[in-house]
């Protein structure tokens, strides 16, 4: 089953939950209270921007909306948007550090 750490945070919340189904990141964000801000939650503003440290092959891959938002924003350094990303069912660990926070 999949685990989402979230960690390196500014607000130092380190996170974990499992995910056996997988699913909508910005949805499991919100049922654990992660340490990840949102604002427009519509791939528009880029707060909600992840740095994935680990598990990048655990996302869908990005829509063309997250993509172009995600080259405009060039971090280099393959980041995610939280309310965009859904996580994939099946065993792994996707770990995540906030950068907007
Ligand atoms: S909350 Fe604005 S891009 Fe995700």
Known sequence: MPRIEFVGGA?????????????????????????????CRSASCGTC?????????????????EQDLLDLLDDGEGSRLACQAR?????????LRPIGT
């Open 11 to 39: 607000k130092a919340r380190d996170k974990a939950v499992d995910v056996p189904e997988g699913g909508s990141l910005v949805d499991l964000c919100d049922q654990v209270l992660a340490p990840v801000p949102f604002s």
């Open 87 to 95: 996580v994939k069912p099946g065993p792994g660990l996707v770990r």
């Open 49 to 65: 921007q992840v740095q994935v440290l680990e598990g990048a092959e655990l996302l869908e891959p990005a829509s063309e909306e």
